[in-house]
């Protein structure tokens, strides 16, 4: 990549999950879940290098058997993005950090491009993430489901579990006739250097609230692109969305 700084997808993965231990280890159709979002993530046009970040050595040996790259991070560490700010500080010859999460076994790869490809064709851009057009309408009454409102140059206004906006003289039904309705993908493009102001930030209270750590930017007054895919996210959280992804699939 002479000439060219890099663009490295970060995968952080943690052994310790609580409501699915050992979670990037699960077995998928023969490979550890972290496999396939690794090899998923690398089939990305424009990633030139996947790490995984962990604090696990097990994780680390799996991550090596399949020639994959695994870095060990400090288990005092709280968050994802902590964990590839971490990472990144290191990562000295690259440009755009992507931090894609380790229990996304059907991560498109087109999703990473759509994230990414702001960043490289508008060098102000700080940070990118995805939206996707919420179709079902019990969705906005689903707190594990996070929405998401875009001002008219596609920055966000804000993030939550709760239902935004709200219609106050339409039905839930209609709302999205009268203005388009996003769920957030959780999947982030940095500027290595505004990563590590970022992981310097205090929390701050909206963040606390919602228990959602992109309000931190936004109440720090930094701006947040969304990108809109049309491509599904099917993080694994549970037991239940490993055997979904399971039948999925096959």
Do not use: W
């Given at each position: ?35 396939h979002v690794y090899e998923r993530t690398a089939k990305a046009s424009l990633i030139d290098r996947v790490l995984v970040a962990t604090d696990d050595k097990r994780i680390v ?190």
């Amino acid at each position: 990549m002479s000439g060219k700084r890099q663009i490295v997808a970060v995968l952080p993965a943690r052994f310790a999950s609580q409501r699915l231990p050992g979670k990037p280890l699960a077995e998928i159709h023969g490979k550890p879940m972290i496999q396939h979002v690794y090899e998923r993530t690398a089939k990305a046009s424009l990633i030139d290098r996947v790490l995984v970040a962990t604090d696990d050595k097990r994780i680390v040996t799996a991550v090596e058997s399949f020639g994959g790259e695994a870095v060990m991070t400090p288990q005092s560490i709280e968050t994802g993005t902590d964990r590839v700010a971490h990472v990144a500080r290191d990562l000295l010859d690259c440009d755009i950090v992507v931090n894609v999460q380790g229990d996304e076994p059907l991560i498109e790869p087109r999703m990473i491009d759509d994230a990414v490809r702001p960043l490289v064709d508008d060098g102000t851009i700080r940070v990118g993430t995805l939206a996707r057009r919420i179709e079902k309408v019990e969705e906005l009454f689903t707190p594990t489901v996070v929405k998401v409102v875009l001002n008219r140059e596609g920055n966000a206004l804000y993030f939550s579990r709760s239902m935004i906006p709200f219609g106050r003289d339409v039905r839930a039904n209609d709302l999205a006739a009268q203005c388009p309705l996003y769920k957030h993908v959780g999947l982030y493009a940095y500027r290595r250097d505004f990563l590590q102001t970022f992981a310097g930030l205090v929390q701050t209270p909206l963040e606390k609230t919602e228990k959602l750590e992109q309000l931190r930017i936004l109440e720090h007054g930094y701006a947040i692109h969304v990108s809109i895919t049309e491509q599904e996210s099917y993080p694994v959280d549970t037991q239940a969305d490993l055997e979904r992804v399971r039948a999925m699939m096959t």
